[in-house]
Nanobody, 125 residues
């Protein structure tokens, strides 16, 4: 059974940084693109960032480009996102997700089949 478990969320002030982690287990994640999504209260889930298995290709939402950095440690089966210069509009529940093996990296949440339960990030002004 595949499990994705996020951690690292919390309450911070605008301008602060956080690093979220996502520990994956239950199957091999070889050749599997992974991503981060977020959902703010009253809004739909939106794409944040994604990364290929090797990490050679990354995608970012325009709203986080230049502030967030996605990475992964395949030896540890762990996905990360470093979030700098946080803004109140970054407040959301952040979810880690994995695509089926072999699928092209995507920004579309419908292309992801495994999801974590999320970690809350609150950025105060």
């Amino acid at each position: 059974q595949v499990q994705l478990v996020e951690s690292g969320g919390g309450l911070v002030q605008a301008g602060d940084s956080l690093r979220l982690s996502c520990a994956a287990s239950g199957r091999t994640f070889t050749n599997t693109a992974m991503g981060w999504f977020r959902q703010a209260p009253g809004k739909e889930r939106e794409f944040v960032s994604s990364i290929t298995w090797i990490g050679r290709t990354t995608y970012y939402a325009d709203s986080v480009k230049g502030r967030f950095t996605i990475s992964r440690d395949n030896a540890k089966n762990t996905l990360y996102v470093q979030m700098n210069s946080l803004k109140p509009e970054d407040t959301a529940v952040y979810y880690c997700a994995a695509q089926p093996a072999g699928l092209l990296i995507s920004r579309d949440p419908g292309k992801y089949v495994h999801w974590g339960r999320g970690t809350q990030v609150i950025v105060s002004s």
